[in-house]
């Protein structure tokens, strides 16, 4: 690659419909009602996005146990367990919603595999938020699967009836090795419709395998708790070139530059687009003012706020 400095910069990034409509039924809910508005775990993987509604009046707590009782409580867009649920009304909260609308479809798939009695293999991380929400809504037939070596190793008979559905934070890509091995291992086995896959993960990860060729240095914008813009470090990474993970823009080092022609610049979809203009505006003290646009897929979806706190019965 030749020496001039410059950046590719790849579309889509940042924020996907989900973290719109989550952040917004917070402020929402906060002009509404006013503070404070208690969200159960972060409404998003994304740190600088929790300290700024912290400061408008936003208060984060770990468990719906930890939100006074009759208080308003939103629950995040990772989504949430029946068992959450029941233990929200037994403490009769107001509750808001703010779970993805991919994500609550996931829900309801994995109750209808459950009514038809299939064993349901959760492709996905144990312990993140979303997997145990999605678990808790058929406990007693979903077995977590996490690695190609745990598909393997499914100690089922090939006959068993079982579905699979995924992590809606994983791509299709990351995905596709470990549905390859049930697909073999199983005969009747189900899974979701193509269109159920979360578009921003898989966007997000061919946006940067677009800009990998063109890079001598790939950063990604996003929080260290954040599945997707990790899974984004790693594709770039896997591809050959050397990535890092920029929380913000106090953790950019100047040493990556070392060398450097061409770098590329993305963000996970929890990552404000401010926290890359912030990285942007670092870059170009070091020379990199030349910026290119990378764009593989255009984005126009968007999922409205409960008609509660807008009051249009559209969005309901």
Same mark, same amino acid.
């Given at each position: ?9 790849? &579309?889509? @990034? ?6 719109? @409509?989550?952040?917004?039924?917070? &402020? ?62 037994? @403490? ?6 703010? =779970? ?44 977590? #699967?996490? +690695? ?20 809606? =934070?994983?791509? #299709? ?17 189900? *899974?979701? *419709? +193509? ?22 240095? #790939? ?42 022609? +061409? ?38 979806? #968007? ?14």
């Amino acid at each position: 690659m030749g020496r001039e400095k410059k950046v590719v910069l790849a &579309e889509p @990034r940042s924020f996907c419909a989900g973290v719109r @409509r989550a952040i917004s039924i917070i &402020e929402l809910a906060l002009e509404k009602y006013g503070a404070p508005v208690y969200v159960r775990k972060e409404i998003v993987h994304n740190h600088y996005v929790v300290r700024l509604l912290e400061r408008r009046g936003a208060i984060f707590v770990d468990s719906e146990e930890d939100v006074p009782e009759s208080a308003i409580c939103v629950f995040s867009a990772h989504g949430v367990s029946p068992q959450v649920r029941r233990n929200a009304e037994l @403490r009769s909260l107001d509750v808001i919603d703010a =779970t993805c609308p991919l994500v609550a479809k996931v829900h309801q798939q994995a109750k209808r595999f459950a009514r038809e009695k299939r064993t349901l293999l959760l492709v996905g991380h144990e312990g993140h938020e979303e997997v145990e929400g999605t678990y808790g809504h058929a406990p007693d037939r979903t077995v977590i #699967v996490e +690695t190609v070596s745990d598909a393997e190793r499914l100690d089922l008979p090939p006959d068993t009836p079982v579905a699979y559905l995924t992590q809606t =934070t994983l791509s #299709v890509d990351e995905t596709k090795d470990i549905i390859d091995v049930l697909d073999r291992r199983f005969s009747n086995l189900l *899974g979701p *419709g +193509t269109d159920d896959i979360c578009y921003a993960s898989q966007n997000r990860q061919d946006a940067v395998k677009a800009v990998v060729p063109r890079s001598d240095l #790939v950063l990604v914008v996003g929080s260290r708790n954040s599945s997707n813009s990790i899974r984004m470090v790693e594709v770039a990474q896997r591809l050959g070139t050397p990535a890092h993970l920029v929380p913000d823009v106090t953790e950019f080092q100047e040493e990556w530059l070392e060398g450097v022609g +061409t770098i590329g610049v993305s963000a996970g979809a929890s990552a404000p687009e401010i926290l890359v203009d912030q990285l942007l505006e670092k870059l170009a003290e070091f020379g990199y003012e030349d910026i290119e646009i990378e764009r593989v897929a255009e984005e126009n979806i #968007v999922f409205h706020p409960p008609a509660r706190l807008t009051d249009d019965p559209r969005h309901a």
